[in-house]
T-cell receptor, first 109, second 114 residues
């Protein structure tokens, strides 16, 4: 059974900092891995999807890497902004997705 | 990207009553839909998987007679919480897949049972 761990559980940084969120998973037999953002009381917004054959994916200030063999993924956020404040969820992809508990990010202006 | 909607976005009901939540895929045919539940500050927990035209598969610990799932068409799945209790208060999120394995998520439904 897939288990997902996200570190840190919470993170507070000043605006402008670069930061890294970590995700580890136990079953490396995955099709892909997705990173999501969840604002309080809201649904999920898909940020990045990395196919199992890829090592990284970029979208704007976000960069996600995947090391499938070691069961790890990282989400790098460059030049953080207060609007980035949210919970970030990692989901190694086999259908259905299994989620970690997320990292609660606060970016202070 | 593909769009999934949920209705209602929030609902309050009295203990002992039933409430139905709808999940619709708006621009694609959803062969499989999933229902998740999320308690405050917790992760999403998969409740059940439903395929169009067949019975849902429930995760261990989820009561199928309490959480009735119907996937009657390729664009609609419903979750009915029967005889709701305050402990059923939660955030319910559906997702759907079509021809690709990528899951598309609905905006969620906040259920409060008083």
């Amino acid at each position: 059974k897939q288990e997902v761990t996200q570190i840190p559980a919470a993170l507070s940084v000043p605006e402008g900092e670069n930061l890294v969120l970590n995700c580890s998973f136990t079953d490396s037999a995955i099709y892909n891995l997705q990173w999501f953002r969840q604002d309080p009381g809201k649904g999920l917004t898909s940020l990045l999807l990395i196919q199992s054959s890829q090592r990284e994916q970029t979208s704007g200030r976000l960069n996600a890497s995947l090391d499938k063999s070691s069961g790890r993924s990282t989400l790098y956020i460059a030049a953080s902004q207060p609007g980035d404040s949210a919970t970030y969820l990692c989901a190694p992809g086999n259908t259905p997705l299994v989620f970690g508990k997320g990292t609660r990010l606060s970016v202070i202006a | 990207g593909a769009v999934v909607s949920q209705h209602p976005s929030w609902v309050i009901c009295k203990s002992g009553t039933s409430v139905k939540i709808e999940c619709r895929s708006l621009d694609f045919q959803a062969t499989t839909m999933f229902w998740y539940r999320q308690f405050p500050k917790q992760s999403l927990m998969l409740m059940a998987t439903s395929n169009e035209g067949s019975k849902a598969t429930y995760e261990q610990g989820v009561e199928k007679d309490k959480f009735l799932i119907n996937h009657a068409s390729l664009t609609l799945s419903t979750l009915t919480v029967t005889s709701a209790h305050p402990e059923d208060s939660s955030f319910y999120i559906c997702s759907a897949t079509g021809s690709s394995p990528e899951q598309y998520f609905g905006p969620g439904t906040r259920l409060t049972v008083t």
